[in-house]
């Protein structure tokens, strides 16, 4: 059971709008820490998508956007594209357990 | 730009301990500018962040794995180093080294990039 709660799984057809949920709690989320996200596709590694809770490292399509309120976060993918198939996990840190945790993930399929 | 390459042993023993080095270049670990990280991935399962180490040496470690883990560094050769000891089948998993970025006065709030490509361990008699 990991600290940070995502959706399994989510899906979207070409174009449209998707949405992935982070939940935390007040040791990690609500406390203040960041929350940064990763895309990795299939047989690679992880890869940055979002750092400290809405910024995109160059390279990003502005597709991709990230927001933060009160315990909870959420990745916003616009304009669904087959590329975007792929497992996404957010990040924060937890201050009970003294460690930077990850969402247990969450798979985009692209209908 | 830096990039990351673990090496190591694909096939540990149970009850040996794990050994994997990742090496650095594009950039130099003895700069200070960054922590250097270990994280793994059971097959088919989430993330899950071992440790980190600065150049000077200093080392901090995921309390879940605390007593089975050393991190070290070598910054003649630019690389830092993961073991792992007493390791179980639960120990299975792609092993990657990451680069720590942001403010290394504030490291909770930092983050992961780049990543090194991986590197599977299995332990299987």
């Known amino acids: 059971q990991s600290v940070l709660t995502q959706p399994p799984s989510v899906s979207g057809a070409p174009g449209q709008r998707v949405t992935i949920s982070c939940t935390g709690s007040?040791?990690?989320?609500?406390?203040?820490?960041?929350v940064h996200w990763y895309q990795q596709l299939p047989g690679t590694a992880p890869k940055l998508l979002i750092y400290?809770?809405?910024n995109r490292p160059s390279g990003v399509p502005d597709r991709f956007s990230g927001s933060k309120s009160g315990t909870s976060a959420s990745l916003a993918i616009t304009g669904l594209q087959a590329e975007d198939e792929a497992d996404y996990y957010c990040?924060?840190?937890?201050?009970?357990?003294?460690?930077?945790?990850f969402g247990g993930g969450t798979k985009l399929t692209v209908l | 730009q830096v990039q990351l390459q673990e090496s190591g042993p694909g096939l540990v023993k149970p009850s040996q301990t794990l050994s994997l080095t990742c090496t650095v270049s594009g950039g130099s670990i003895r700069s200070g500018d960054y922590y250097w990280s270990w994280i793994r991935q059971p097959p088919g399962k989430g993330l899950e962040w071992i440790g980190y180490i600065y150049y000077s040496g200093s080392t901090y470690y995921n309390p879940s794995l605390k007593s089975r883990v050393t991190i070290s560094v070598d910054t003649s050769k630019n690389q830092f180093s993961l073991k792992l000891s007493s390791v179980t089948a639960a120990d299975t998993a792609v092993y990657y080294c990451?680069?720590?970025?942001?403010?290394?006065?504030?490291?909770?709030?930092?983050?992961?990039?780049?990543w090194g490509q991986g590197t599977l361990v299995t332990v299987s008699s």
């Open positions: 007040s040791s990690n989320i609500g406390a203040g820490y960041d």
């Open positions: 990040q924060s840190y937890d201050s009970s357990l003294s460690a930077w945790v």
């Open positions: 990451a680069r720590v970025t942001g403010d290394t006065a504030m490291v909770e709030y930092n983050w992961f990039d780049p």
């Open positions: 400290v809770n809405s």
